[in-house]
């Protein structure tokens, strides 16, 4: 859409800002206004590009689902606790992500992760 965003002729007159009599914190104030407008914009051609792409795909039989998949190439299938720590039962680690401190403290004394395994 060719112009889209432009500014009309009646709001020129707004955005004749004299960047330079402008404090520091006026400037600032200006730059997070812009950055939330540029936002809000982009998330709006994003919905209207996703309504318009899911019309066209519904036309031709589709849903966009089916045409671009869940957005995961491979799901992770949910795991249950794998670990738990000796000094206190209800602390339990899965198996993924940061070991915990006493997940590394049990390694640290000679224990092995198979010790851990619930």
């Known amino acids: ?3 889209e965003g432009a500014p009309r002729e009646s709001d020129r007159a707004a955005l004749d800002i004299d960047l330079e009599a402008l404090s520091r914190e006026e400037l600032v104030e200006l730059q997070i206004e812009v ?3 540029l936002a ?3 998330r709006q051609r994003r919905k209207d590009a996703l309504a ?3 019309g066209r795909a519904r036309e031709l039989g589709f849903t966009l689902e089916e045409l671009a ?3 995961r190439a491979h799901p992770r299938a949910p795991l249950g606790p794998r670990y738990a720590n000796p000094a206190n039962p209800d602390e339990i680690w899965y198996g993924r992500g940061r070991k915990p401190h006493w997940f590394k403290k049990a390694m ?3 224990r092995t992760p198979e010790d851990l395994l619930l």
Request: charged share 10%; hydrophobic share 50%.
């Open 52 to 54: 318009e792409l899911a």
């Open 35 to 37: 950055a939330a407008a």
């Open 40 to 42: 809000a914009l982009e």
């Open 1 to 3: 859409m060719p112009g």
């Open 108 to 110: 640290a004394t000679g």
């Open 69 to 71: 998949g869940s957005g």
